[in-house]
């Protein structure tokens, strides 16, 4: 049994929370909110982010920083990929030299182009970091539903360790020392799923949804490998699984968000109307930042940052991607 903070109360923090626990584990949950604490506690339900999940008696929750960090043999970091870097600056005095932290939030620093366990090196220098990810909605994950993922850090022991407290019969969970691989697969997969719910709300077909997964993958892959990450984790369950998911289910916030903008909702609109941070909006600049940095042709994600940030409509970014220069599938290929 491990003592295990889960440090973010919102679908994601919940679920776990709710899985941990069901594998035997001490498990206390953190937010800022005291009136989301006091709902949680009382109710043993997030009515809001994850209804008809019922919360074992055993979790604890709390506002406490301290509390929820002290002694504990493993944190999660499930607050939203913009709040990692304030929320781990806040946690750092209470982490103890080689505690372990998991982060669960999946994003790109706009600021700085870090990913989420290159923040909390950055902030609290003295933990041991891992990062778990893949194909996982929250609201499949609270219930039960069948859910593979995996897991990243610098050692395999550390891989393992984190393995075995997730692992069950109904969450499956695979080890990788690609943690760049995974965290960029988490991050992009989101600004992809904004444009194949654009597609979505323009009404647009199946054709459509499996171009964008397609030419998606695509992007990520370049940018990755450019950036030293490994192919075959692009094409894992932190790529193209996650990808897969994001873009198709009624589960994701990034899809909905998309929806909404192809209806004709502005950017904030859309979000307010989504009511969970859209994590995809915030890494969209990352991702066409690290294209030019990078000098890699990304032309999905320029178009989402067009519709986003720069005024143009969803119907004119497909427009702009259906009419791009003639080349051919794959430059590996070469003609006998």
């Excluded at 919360?55 to 002290?70: K, Q, V, Y």
């Excluded at 993922?149 to 997730?166: D, L, M, T, Y």
């Excluded at 790529?239 to 909905?256: E, F, M, P, W, Y």
Aim: hydrophobic fraction near 45%.
């Amino acid at each position: 049994m491990a003592k295990t903070a889960i440090i973010g109360a919102g679908s994601w923090g919940t679920a776990l929370a709710v899985l941990l626990a069901h594998n035997g584990h001490e498990v206390t949950v953190w937010s800022v909110l005291e009136d989301e604490v006091e709902m949680l506690d009382r109710d043993r339900e997030h009515r809001d982010k994850l209804p008809g999940v019922k919360i074992p008696a055993s979790i604890c929750f709390t506002t406490d920083l301290e509390r929820a960090a002290s002694g504990m043999d493993m944190l999660v970091m499930a607050v939203p990929s913009p709040y990692t870097r304030n929320t781990a600056h806040h946690l750092a005095p209470y982490i103890a030299e080689g505690q372990l932290i998991v982060t669960v939030a999946k994003g790109i620093e706009e600021d700085t182009l870090m990913i989420q366990t290159d923040i909390l090196g950055q902030e609290i220098p003295q933990a041991e970091t891992a990062v778990l990810s893949g194909p996982s909605h929250a609201e499949e994950v609270g219930r039960g539903l069948p859910t593979t993922v995996v897991v990243g850090a610098k050692s395999k022991e550390i891989a393992e360790r984190v393995q075995s407290c997730f692992m069950n019969e109904v969450f499956r969970v695979y080890t990788s020392p690609d943690i760049l691989g995974i965290e960029l697969g988490g991050s992009l997969k989101n600004v992809i799923a904004l444009a194949a719910g654009m597609a979505d709300g323009l009404g647009f077909g199946d054709n459509t949804k499996a171009a964008l997964i397609t030419r998606g993958i695509a992007e990520m892959g370049r940018l990755a490998a450019a950036m030293g990450a490994k192919a075959e984790t692009l094409n894992g369950l932190s790529g193209i699984g996650d990808l897969i998911v994001t873009c198709a289910s009624c589960h994701s916030r990034n899809r909905k968000a998309g929806m909404l903008i192809g209806q004709g909702y502005t950017m904030q609109e859309a979000m307010d109307a989504v009511q969970m941070v859209v994590e995809g909006v915030y890494s969209a600049k990352a991702a066409i930042a690290l294209s030019e940095k990078y000098q890699i042709s990304m032309p999905i994600v320029e178009q989402v940052n067009q519709v986003l940030f720069h005024g143009q409509s969803a119907k004119e970014a497909v427009h702009e991607l259906m009419l791009r220069e003639r080349r051919t599938e794959s430059d590996e290929l070469d003609w006998q």
